[in-house]
């Protein structure tokens, strides 16, 4: 089995944490909000909800920290706990508008064909243009690596669902891509005038 090699300090606000020690507890949200929070706006949008998020997911962490065996990396289980808070997050407030049936993918984007360099930011915006069904499957799927067995129990979906809406996602992502191309070559067009 991996083991994963903890530094001494972390594994001390862990001990520290778990006896209820509000200064490692900020010591651990410090060194970790930052990457939580993107992992709660790639689920939601609005910065406000996604604070939201992070508070609840680590207030969660913090009550359940006896839960962390020290198996894997800590950032990874405080990662799926955010995740976790995001989906009950979206499964309460949001409409996903999660369609049943599977249709035929269109063509796979041909992305050499595609000569933008992305920014992380904005394909963050891109991502967040996707209807909220969409989005989440594709974040659950290409970017935390989740199975649609898997995807399909977290959102209460059937896997066919899932592989539906992901390929919709991509399909959509596609068209977002080929317009933001299209929009950047018309003003390059226009600046050589």
């Given at each position: 089995m991996l083991q994963i090699k903890r530094s001494k300090s972390e594994e001390k606000l862990i001990a520290a944490c778990r006896k209820g020690d509000s200064k490692a507890q900020r010591d651990i949200y410090e060194k970790y909000a930052p990457s939580m929070f993107?992992?709660?706006r790639r689920y939601v949008i609005e910065l406000q909800e996604a604070e939201d998020i992070l508070i609840c997911g680590f207030t969660k962490a913090f009550k359940?920290?006896?839960?962390?065996?020290?198996?894997?990396?800590?950032?990874?289980?405080?990662?799926?706990?955010?995740?976790?808070?995001?989906?009950?997050?979206?499964?309460?407030?949001?409409?996903?508008?999660?369609?049943?049936?599977?249709?035929?993918?269109?063509l796979e984007p041909d992305y050499q064909q595609m000569n933008?360099?992305?920014?992380?930011?904005?394909?963050?915006?891109?991502?967040?243009?996707l209807p909220t069904g969409y989005k989440t499957v594709f974040n659950l799927y290409a970017i935390e690596g989740f199975s649609h067995k898997e995807i399909a129990t977290e959102l209460g979906i059937s896997e066919n669902t899932s592989k539906s809406q992901l390929s919709r996602a991509r399909?959509?992502?596609?068209?977002?891509?080929?317009?933001?191309?299209?929009?950047?070559?018309?003003?390059?067009?226009?600046n050589e005038r």
């Open positions: 993107a992992v709660c359940k920290i006896d839960q962390f065996k020290g198996e894997g990396s800590f950032e990874g289980w405080v990662r799926r706990i955010m995740v976790n808070e995001a989906l009950t997050y979206i499964r309460r407030n949001k409409s996903m508008y999660l369609e049943v049936e599977i249709e035929k993918a269109g933008t360099q992305l920014e992380v930011e904005d394909l963050q915006k891109l991502i967040d243009r399909n959509h992502l596609k068209k977002l891509l080929l317009e933001l191309e299209r929009c950047e070559n018309d003003n390059l067009i226009s």
